[in-house]
C-alpha cells in the first residue's frame, strides 16, 4: 500500500489561476514532508516541513503541513506556464525518502 | 558544471543483456542513491550509499547490483535484463545521510526490447 497519497493525479488550469495540490502521509517513522517538482528531467527540491506546522513559502509558491490530518497542500498562486510540471510529495521515514505518485499539474496560456 | 550526471541519458538493449549505468557527483556529497521511476512516473529508492557503504538495499531483484568505488562514484549494474526493467533510472546525492535535500541526476530512459 502506498504510503504517500497525492491528489490529485493530474490537473489543467489556466495561466493566472491558484491550484491547491495535496498529499497525506503516513505518522510511523516520520520525519518529514518534502516536496519536489519535476520538469522534462530531474527534480529538484522545493520545501521541507516538519510537525511544527510553520508554513515555508518561495516566492508564488507555499507549503503547509497539518499533523492533525496527516496531510500537507502545496499552493501556488498566478500560476505560469513555466509552472507545469509534476509536483512529488515524498516522506522521510527513518532513512529513507518514499515518494507518492505525483500531480501532473498542466498551465494552459 | 554538472552537479549529477549519469551516463549514458539512453539504453535500448535486448532482454538478456547485461548493462552498466554509472553516476558521478562532484558535489563532495557522502550519500549517493538509486531511484527507478515507471511508466506511471512512481519514484521508488532502490539503493543508498554513504561513504561507499550500502546503506539502503530495498527489495529488487539480484540482478541489479550497485558498486560505490569511492564516495563520489554510484554505479549499477544490471544483468539479464527483462522487459519489466524499462523505466527511467535516477542517481540522486545528498550532503549527508539524512539529509533530505536530494540532487538528482538527469536521468537515464532504459529500453528493453
Known amino acids: 500500500e502506498d504510503k504517500v497519497v497525492q491528489s490529485p493525479l493530474s490537473l489543467v488550469v489556466h495561466e493566472g489561476d491558484t491550484v491547491t495540490l495535496n498529499c497525506s502521509y503516513e505518522?510511523?517513522?516520520?520525519?518529514?514532508l518534502l516536496w519536489y517538482k519535476q520538469e522534462k528531467k530531474a527534480p529538484t527540491f522545493l520545501f521541507m516541513l516538519?510537525?511544527?506546522?510553520i508554513e515555508k513559502k518561495s516566492g508564488r509558491l507555499s507549503s503547509i503541513l497539518d499533523k492533525k490530518e496527516l496531510s500537507s497542500i502545496l499552493n501556488i498562486t498566478a500560476t505560469q506556464t513555466g509552472d507545469s510540471a509534476i509536483y512529488l510529495c515524498?516522506?522521510?521515514?527513518?532513512?529513507?525518502?518514499?515518494f507518492g505518485k505525483g500531480t501532473r499539474l498542466h498551465i494552459l496560456p | 558544471d554538472t552537479a549529477v550526471s549519469q551516463t549514458p541519458k539512453y539504453l535500448v538493449t535486448q532482454m538478456g543483456n547485461d548493462k552498466s549505468i554509472k553516476c558521478e557527483q562532484n558535489l563532495g556529497h557522502d550519500t549517493m542513491y538509486w531511484y527507478k521511476q515507471d511508466s506511471k512516473k512512481f519514484l521508488k529508492i532502490m539503493f543508498s550509499?554513504?561513504?561507499?557503504?550500502?546503506?539502503i538495499n530495498e527489495t529488487v531483484p539480484n540482478r541489479f547490483s550497485p558498486k560505490s568505488p569511492d564516495k563520489a562514484h554510484l554505479n549499477l549494474h544490471i544483468n539479464s535484463l527483462e522487459l519489466g526493467d524499462s523505466a527511467v533510472y535516477f542517481c540522486a546525492s545528498s550532503l549527508f545521510k539524512g539529509y533530505v535535500k536530494l540532487f538528482f541526476g538527469s536521468g537515464t530512459q532504459l529500453s528493453v526490447l
Open positions: 550509499y554513504n561513504n561507499k557503504e550500502l546503506i
Open positions: 505518522v510511523t517513522n516520520f520525519r518529514s
Open positions: 515524498a516522506e522521510e521515514v527513518g532513512d529513507k525518502i518514499i
Open positions: 516538519t510537525s511544527s506546522g
